[in-house]
């Protein structure tokens, strides 16, 4: 967003590439959800995460890290194949120089001038979005691809990515939609091959302009050869079980789905979710922060089928702090045989896996949206097939419930960011104070 700022100005994006796998995915889970029921320490925790956090380059699983390399791949703000090439490689160190180079190229002073204003336009947005929806990327992209592209001068709403996301198929299972990890989607033949995937099927345009080459180079993998990158094609997916091979899918549709009804807008990731738990009527539980949620589940009353309200979580309110303390409580509910759904205002990142959760409702509850209305005991109907949630008690002759969020908005320099708390749009606008 800051380099659009600049959009005369030829620019490149470098990655970093991803730290190496040390543990697995379902073990993380398991240790995560075992604290959060009390039956380990924070000893146990803290020799897991670091494990799992063990060296520099981005972390392992399918997150918003990875999915903002991913994206930018297809956007063609990267060079092809960049994305996830190891992050002490050869090949990583190889890449870097060429990108320089390729900079000293696409500048104003030489013959293949390719600005940034060039490069990111409608159907580089389109591309990313794509890509996104295929490979069952995070959630928080419904929000930064948005303000990019408001960046950009350009509208991108919720509607275009849900339907997108009805005739984009999800062609990966990457962590937290299967127990690969990214180095796994990379051996497989990582962002390369997901493009080459999506141009036999006519879901990208081959023919916007990235900062390399053409799109079709962005089908090709690097390699070295003598010291030097050499791209080559590849002809089909090296492990289907993390790649779908071609032809194939593991969805018919993408990874997201928008929902609506009288408690607002939202998005859900339902690429993980199951079919079963993705329709559910039951009492509603309302929270705060969700920090009442643990404690709500540590004194036992999460015990029940529920959709869990947790409000004043969003851009206005608390900036969207990331709710991840939700996912092994909640992961734990499920596994002891109960049916529950999150609703929220704020965000979960690209940790949402198999608990179905509506975040960023909009507008959100600080604001007057309508989860400022709900209480404990109202019955929600959620059908995520059909885009629909409802809360079925009358919210009209209610007043909205106005907490005291003061204690939030001091200390650690939180007193910087009033302006933007008054001033910032809603989650389904980019959370952006572009206007």
């Known amino acids: 967003m800051g ?7 030829a620019t490149a994006f470098v990655p970093s590439g991803p730290m190496g796998t040390k543990i697995s995915n379902k073990y993380k889970v398991q240790v995560r959800q075992q ?8 000893d146990e925790l803290q020799a897991m995460e670091n494990d799992s956090y063990h060296s520099v380059g981005t972390c392992t699983f399918y997150g918003t890290a990875n999915t903002n390399q991913l994206v930018f791949e297809a956007m063609g703000l990267m060079l092809p194949g960049s994305a996830f090439v190891p992050v002490n490689s050869k090949l990583r160190e190889k890449l870097t120089v060429l990108c320089a180079k390729q900079m000293l190229k696409i500048q104003s002073s030489g013959n293949d001038f390719r600005p940034l204003a060039k490069v990111l336009d409608e159907k ?36 275009d990515f849900s339907q997108l996301s009805e005739a984009v198929p999800l062609l990966t299972r990457i962590y937290p939609n299967g127990p ?15 493009m080459q995937l999506l141009a036999e099927r006519g879901l990208i345009h081959l023919d916007a302009t990235p900062i390399y080459g053409n799109m079709q180079d962005y089908c090709k993998i690097p390699t070295l050869e003598n010291d030097e990158i050499v791209y080559k094609s590849i002809e089909d ?9 071609r032809g194939q899918y593991f969805s018919p549709q993408g990874g997201l789905k928008m929902v609506s009804g009288n408690l607002g807008t939202g998005v859900i990731k339902v690429s993980a979710v199951e ?14 922060d969700q920090n009442e949620v643990v404690r709500a589940y540590q004194n036992g009353q999460l015990k029940r089928d529920a959709v869990i309200v947790v409000r004043n979580s969003g851009p206005a309110a608390r900036g969207m702090p990331e709710l991840h303390k939700l996912m092994p409580i909640l992961g734990n509910v499920m596994e002891e045989g109960y049916r529950v759904m999150l609703v929220t205002d704020g965000p979960l990142s690209g940790a949402s896996g198999k608990v179905p959760s509506i975040i960023h ?6 604001k007057g949206g309508p989860l400022a209305f709900i209480e404990t005991g109202d019955m929600v109907e959620i059908d995520v097939e059909k885009g629909t949630i ?15 969020l003061s204690a939030a908005y001091y200390h650690s320099g939180r007193e910087l960011f009033a302006l933007f708390r008054k001033n910032v749009s809603s989650a389904q606008e980019g959370a952006t104070v572009l206007f």
């Open 237 to 245: 997916s090296l492990n289907p079980d993390v790649i779908a091979s």
């Open 3 to 9: 380099a659009l700022s600049f959009g005369h100005l």
């Open 35 to 42: 604290y959060a029921a009390g039956l380990i320490g924070k």
């Open 124 to 159: 580089s947005l389109v591309n990313g979005i794509v890509a996104l929806l295929a490979s069952g990327g995070s959630t928080n992209h419904t929000i930064h691809l948005i303000a990019v592209a408001r960046a950009a001068g350009f509208i991108l709403t919720w509607q």
């Open 390 to 404: 409802h809360c079925l008690a009358d919210l009209s002759q209610r007043s909205a419930y106005q907490p005291d």
């Open 275 to 288: 079919k079963t738990y993705q329709k559910l009527t039951a009492l509603a539980l309302v929270f705060e």
């Open 361 to 366: 409702m909009s507008p959100e509850s600080v």
């Open 180 to 194: 690969a990890d990214i180095n796994d989607f990379h051996q497989a033949g990582g962002v390369p091959l997901l």
